[in-house]
């Protein structure tokens, strides 16, 4: 069984400071990790993704996310928050031959001025 | 990107009703859809796959006959709430994966139609 969690519900950030999202996973197999962006009554938008390859992957809007094996993790991370980054982001992960995701229950990031 | 669309973006329907939303990839043919379902502040849950040509693939829990899935074309897979109530008032998402690819596709989602039962 395949699984994911988020363990915040908001994190709150100053405008130009950096800032981070957790995640973390559980997968019998090799994981293919995703973050997505979830602006107020809109559907998803894909930030990046982790099949394989280099554990620092880059994605849109200046966001990167490092997949550690060990510590099962893939914590999303950007230099220089703005406040329009304040949105909902989602963690999600699929275990192959499977094609369905699994997502977390979602972190709030909130920017502020 | 890859982009797709959903209509309605929402809908408000009378308890007893059925409602239909439609999935469309614009600008790729899709060989698998995915509807979930999300309310509010909590994360999306999958409600059914669906294969173009083939039946849909539901989860655990999810009633084929209320929630009734077609997928005719590579471009369009449509889901029909049947006898809707207010229960099933949520917002419903769809995703497709571009057909093709290999295992290293990308899910791209739809904006989402909100559905209010009365």
């Known amino acids: 069984a395949q699984s994911v969690a988020q363990p915040e519900d908001q994190v709150n950030v100053a405008e130009g400071n950096p800032l981070t999202v957790k995640c973390t996973y559980s997968?019998?197999?090799?994981?293919?990790l995703f973050w997505y962006v979830q602006y107020p009554n809109r559907g998803l938008q894909f930030l990046l993704k982790y099949i394989t390859g280099d554990n620092l992957v880059k994605g849109s809007y200046g966001f990167e996310a490092e997949f550690n094996k060990s510590q099962t993790s893939f914590h999303l991370k950007k230099p220089s928050a703005l406040v329009s980054d304040s949105a909902l982001y989602f963690c999600?992960?699929?275990?192959?031959?499977?094609?369905?995701?699994?997502f977390g229950k979602g972190t709030s990031l909130l920017v502020t001025p | 990107g890859a982009v797709v669309s959903q209509h309605p973006s929402w809908v408000i329907c009378k308890s007893g009703t059925s409602v239909k939303i439609e999935c469309r990839s614009l600008?790729?043919?899709?060989?698998?859809m995915f509807w979930y379902r999300q309310f509010p502040k909590q994360s999306l849950m999958l409600m059914a796959t669906?294969?173009?040509?083939?039946?849909?693939?539901?989860e655990q829990g999810v009633e084929k006959d209320k929630f009734l899935i077609n997928h005719a074309s590579l471009t369009l897979s449509t889901l029909t709430v049947t006898s809707a109530h207010p229960e099933d008032s949520s917002f419903y998402i769809c995703s497709a994966r571009e057909a093709g690819t290999s295992g290293l596709d990308t899910q791209y989602f739809g904006p989402g139609t909100r559905l209010t039962v009365l």
């Open positions: 600008d790729f043919q899709a060989t698998t």
């Open positions: 997968v019998s197999g090799n994981p293919y």
């Open positions: 669906s294969n173009e040509g083939s039946k849909a693939t539901y």
């Open positions: 999600a992960v699929r275990e192959p031959p499977g094609y369905a995701l699994n």
